[in-house]
């Protein structure tokens, strides 16, 4: 790992950069606007906090991904959380109650923790949690969903509450969505779009890159697309293959070098957007920013993880404090060891390193099943 590098400094810089092009992106919706105002003031103030527990020793990481169910309507071809059995259609057993996520929510709150990103399976099953994060105005809370709940309850409700803005899935053009998300998602989606925007509502996109679509959904006809639909953030992340049949689906170092370069143009060309690539380039953010460093994932059975593509833990925040959880022995260990600088082929350095993270968790028999 490059000691040089400050992983405080690179993801408050990337907080306050984000919350930038929010404010330019919105400056002709008074009531966005000023949503947006009140949230940069509490950003900085976030980020003066974490920078105060930095210079007493302790890190905090100014982003969560909290996965609120493991319930999903859909079968998306290739979807990692299924394929690791964290997804199913059964109704979903022991998953961490609307009050324990309240109270989630009001631990990061006061450790400063500026964004949590709410995901599943399909989070939209999950009102409660939903309604508990917009009575947190001071934590954006983006909503990685595949859009098929949207209804006038939700739309009314994101209207009320502008700290919530939904993130819908789509991976480029209908035939290549509804191949992989099933039949009619696609319409479904830019009829979700069309609503958002005639009511002046900020929305983003999320989309799986692949070596299959890495060119379209960088391109100027669907970014443009997007732009037209009033979308103002897109989201690439990288497809994490979870079977090796689909390995060859995972982008290597020519598709990231590709998408990386086009992100710069996009973000010249639509200053009204803001694009966000994940993991992105590693190597010039000194590797993963996992496990702490940046952010880590709690699933819905509230144990704490390096991340989604990494579902191994050691903590369960019904037993800790979320401040606890973040300091876990595994997430030390992966950070101390330099296990998140290493060099890898793409897509997630800690899902290439499954076993290598599993024996590491078993011989420091941190596995809160362990525990007597």
């Given amino acids: 790992m490059d000691k040089e590098f400050d992983i405080q400094e690179y993801m408050t810089r990337g907080v306050e950069r984000i919350v930038a092009d929010a404010m330019r992106a919105t400056l002709k919706n008074p009531r966005e606007s000023a949503y947006m105002l009140r949230f940069a003031a509490a950003s900085k103030a976030a980020s003066k906090k974490r920078a105060a527990m930095e210079k007493k020793g302790e890190h905090i990481p100014p982003f969560l991904i909290a996965s609120i169910t493991s319930s999903c309507n859909l079968h998306c071809a290739g979807c990692y959380s299924r394929c690791n059995h964290a997804t199913t259609d059964e109704a979903p057993v022991a998953q961490l109650s609307d009050a324990e996520w309240s109270r989630i929510f009001d631990e990061a709150n006061d450790l400063g923790v500026s964004f949590i990103l709410l995901a599943g399976g399909e989070p939209l099953l999950r009102r409660g949690v939903i309604d508990a994060a917009g009575e947190r105005p001071d934590i954006l809370f983006p909503v990685f969903t595949n859009g098929t709940f949207m209804g006038d309850k939700y739309f009314e409700l994101f209207d009320s509450c502008r700290n919530i803005v939904p993130i819908m899935s789509i ?201 007597a």
């Fill in 171 to 371: 991976e480029g053009s209908k035939d290549i969505t509804d191949q992989r998300r099933g039949e009619g998602v696609y319409d479904k989606l830019i009829s979700n779009m069309d609503e958002l925007n005639k009511r002046g509502l900020i929305f983003g996109a999320s989309v799986t890159v692949t070596t299959d679509n890495f060119r379209q959904v960088s391109s100027e006809e669907f970014i443009g697309m997007l732009s037209e639909k009033g979308c103002k953030a897109v989201v690439f992340v990288e497809f994490v293959p979870v079977t090796d049949e689909s390995s060859e689906l995972a982008p290597g170092d020519e598709e990231r070098e590709y998408l990386r370069t086009e992100i710069e143009r996009l973000r010249t060309e639509h200053p009204e957007m803001v694009f966000v690539s994940f993991p992105g380039d590693e190597k010039s953010s000194g590797g993963c920013i996992a496990a702490g460093r940046g952010f880590f994932h709690i699933n819905s059975h509230g144990e704490a993880e390096p991340c989604p593509f990494s579902p191994y833990s050691d903590t369960n925040v019904r037993d800790v404090s979320l401040r606890e959880a973040m300091n876990s022995k595994l997430f030390r260990y992966l950070i101390d060891e330099e296990l998140l600088s290493d060099d890898h082929k793409g897509g997630c350095v800690l899902f290439e390193k499954r076993e290598q993270v599993m024996e590491i968790k078993e011989r420091l028999e941190v596995s809160y099943e362990y525990r």
